[in-house]
Structures are given as structure tokens and as C-alpha cells.
């Protein structure tokens, strides 16, 4: 039997020690806390307000369900998700309160204050009831988590009966040829941005990193239906840059 101290996981390209993953993740989104939002104009090249949508135009909110968006950050999942259903609650928790905070501080999060909650907490321990929401969405935070199948079997606990699981995340391109054009841009371009629009290359890079630890569309597929989701599948975004995973608690 291993000891639970003896257990390694990757952050970026290193290898670490699980229990310090959280704090090194959580010291990365400080960092960065003041950028979000322009940091993802960068990891994505403006695209993920499109992704964002595509997520919304498959999930498709109705009035009244509630939403739990786990590493919800600075509301954009939470804030498109109240519109589209009309009315209806959304909790936005995240590990790292200064992302709740940046986030409290958009428009949206004023006019829609009656409709939601920001928590800190952790993906792998959540703090809620089994059976409480209808809807739990992870958006470009799965990767960060030390342990995705844990943050999964969270997701279906606290998921009603007949609620939907969806994650949307950087991914693969199936083109090898593509994949290492989009590599060469990612490790060479990103971090470079980040240091002159945040004045931190070494929070890039590792987030350039920890897109390529993560595990491809069909393994993450696997590891969705290993959680207990029905009816699991994925579509490509932008060829692969991006993926979104679907599935439901039935």
C-alpha cells in the first residue's frame, strides 16, 4: 500500500508531491487573479467567448435549474448560463478567492445578485449535499485539479438524478503536424504575452504546460463514464484545440 504522502502528480511539466499541487495551482490564479480575463483572450486567441457559447448553445439552460460552475473563476459560464435560462441560481466556486472577487466586480454580477452564490472551495471535496444541483459545469479547470477522477465522482455526487455534467477544456488536435504548430505558438508565443500583459511568464508557462499533461478527448471520455455518467460524449472545438464532454446522472 502507498503512502498517501508518497504520491506524485504533475504541475506542468514538473513532478510534485500531490499535496502541493492545490497551493501551487491556487499561487498561479493569484498571480494572475487581475488578467483573467485577458489571459484567456490570450491562451485562446479571443476564441473561448465563442467556445463559451458553443457550451451554453449544447447544454441548453431552462428557466429554473440550478447551476454549480466549479472553477467558475469570474462568472463568464455563470453569467451566460442565467441568461440563456431566463431565471434560475448559479454557484460559482472556485479554489482561489481573488478570481471570486475579480469577478464580483462585473456588471453582470450586479444585476444578477439575486440569482448567485460565490464559494470557495475545492473540486475534490465539495461542499454541498448529494442530489443539489441540475447542472455542473467545469470550464478550463479540470486540468488544474490534482485529481480529475476525484473532482468527476464529486461532480456525480452532488449532481440531482437526470442532471448533466459538462466540461469544456483545452484538448488535442487528432493532426500531428497541427498539433506541433499549435505547440510550437503555445510554448513560445504564450508565455511571452504573459510577461508583458501580466508581467508573469513563469504563470504561462505552466499553463501552457499543464494543457499538454491532460489526458486526451477519448481517455477523458473514459474517465467520465468510469465516474458513472450515461449518454457521455464530446465534440471538438476549433479542430481540437479545445474539447467539449458531455454527460448525464441518470
Known amino acids: 500500500m502507498v503512502d498517501q504522502t508518497d504520491k506524485t502528480t504533475h504541475f506542468g511539466f ?12 491556487q499561487g498561479v490564479f493569484n498571480s494572475v487573479a487581475s488578467k483573467y480575463d485577458i489571459m484567456n483572450d490570450v491562451m485562446s486567441m479571443g476564441i473561448h467567448r465563442v467556445w463559451k457559447d458553443a457550451m451554453m448553445d449544447w447544454l441548453a439552460p431552462r428557466p429554473g435549474q440550478r447551476l454549480l460552475d466549479v472553477a467558475g473563476g469570474t462568472g463568464d459560464i455563470s453569467f451566460r448560463f442565467l441568461k440563456r435560462a431566463g431565471h434560475g441560481h448559479a454557484t460559482v466556486l472556485d479554489l482561489t478567492e481573488p478570481m471570486l472577487v475579480e469577478g464580483r466586480k462585473r456588471a453582470e454580477a450586479d444585476q444578477m445578485a439575486d ?3 460565490w464559494v470557495v472551495g475545492d473540486a475534490m471535496a465539495l461542499p454541498f449535499a448529494d442530489n443539489t444541483f441540475d447542472v455542473y ?3 478550463f479547470g479540470i486540468r488544474n485539479v490534482t485529481r480529475p477522477a ?3 465522482a464529486e461532480a456525480y455526487r452532488v449532481l440531482k438524478p437526470g442532471g448533466r ?8 488536435l487528432p493532426n500531428p503536424g497541427m498539433q506541433k504548430l499549435y505547440d510550437l505558438y503555445s510554448f513560445n508565443v ?23 499533461k491532460f489526458p486526451d478527448q477519448e481517455t477523458f471520455l473514459a474517465m467520465i463514464r468510469a465516474a458513472g455518467f450515461d449518454n457521455a460524449k464530446y465534440r471538438n472545438l476549433s ?6 464532454h458531455s454527460g448525464w446522472k441518470l
Open 137 to 139: 459545469t467545469i470550464s
Open 14 to 25: 514538473q513532478t510534485v508531491p500531490e499535496e502541493e499541487k492545490a497551493g501551487r495551482v
Open 190 to 212: 504564450i508565455p511571452r504575452m504573459g510577461q508583458v500583459i501580466a508581467n508573469d511568464h513563469d504563470s504561462y508557462q505552466y499553463l501552457v504546460e499543464s494543457i499538454r
Open 115 to 117: 440569482s448567485l452564490d
Open 150 to 152: 476525484d473532482a468527476l
Open 165 to 172: 455534467l459538462m466540461v469544456l477544456e483545452f484538448s488535442q
Open 239 to 244: 479542430l481540437g484545440i479545445a474539447a467539449l
